[in-house]
């Protein structure tokens, strides 16, 4: 009898041990994705990145160095004074958190080459008109996006490679008749 009772508790031992041994598995696998989810992998903004950690507190238009770099930025006849997003910290954030953008604002992404960066709204409180610009400043692909009001958030993708992304306020693309094929003229010394 008590060979039995003791095989019994070796069973549910080995299953309690299976299933802690599982459960620490799934959190290291959880930790592990998510330490390495950034924009710049998936997107990141604004395009997807760890923007979801971001608070209301990190909304300022500050650049890492503590001073906001603009540039105008002009299609056609439209010009909008950008706000330059050249780091991996600065594009995660994006246009996240804010209230309001002018109507001759906006912000300008710029990556090191031309790939498909994809861009989402999470955090994102207004709505924006993403514009997907190439090498040779040329516009391939423009979105009109909506703020994510659940998860899971809707992810915009052009269709053409780009190296620069202008995000304007929403509806101002078509208000001021931007299309594809725009030239965009821009001069960065950064």
């Known amino acids: 009898m008590k060979s039995k009772i003791f095989g019994n508790n070796t069973k549910i031992m080995k299953t309690e041990n299976t299933i802690i041994i599982i459960l620490l598995f799934a959190i290291g696998i959880t930790l592990f994705t998510l330490s390495g989810c950034n924009k710049e992998q998936i997107n990141p903004a604004s395009e997807i990145n760890n923007s979801s950690n971001l608070s209301s507190n990190q909304s300022n238009n500050q650049s890492s160095s503590g001073s906001t770099q603009l ?33 001759d604002k906006g912000m300008l992404f710029v990556y ?79």
Not at 79 to 91: G, L, T
Not at 128 to 143: F, G, M, Q, T
Not at 160 to 179: R, S, T
């Open 112 to 190: 090191p080459e031309e790939r498909t960066y994809n861009f989402w709204m999470k955090n994102t409180l207004i709505p924006l008109d993403i514009i997907w610009i190439s090498a040779d400043k040329r516009i391939v692909h423009i979105e009109e996006a909506v703020p994510c009001e659940e998860e899971p958030c809707k992810i915009y993708s052009p269709e053409k490679e780009a190296q620069f992304i202008l995000e304007i306020k929403g509806g101002m693309a078509e208000k001021k008749g931007i299309e594809i094929g725009d030239e965009a003229g821009f001069n960065l010394n950064i």
């Open 71 to 103: 540039l105008e930025v002009c299609i056609e006849q439209t010009c909008f004074e950008a706000e330059i997003a050249d780091s991996p910290k600065e594009r995660a954030k994006g246009l996240m958190f804010r209230e309001k953008l002018e109507e």
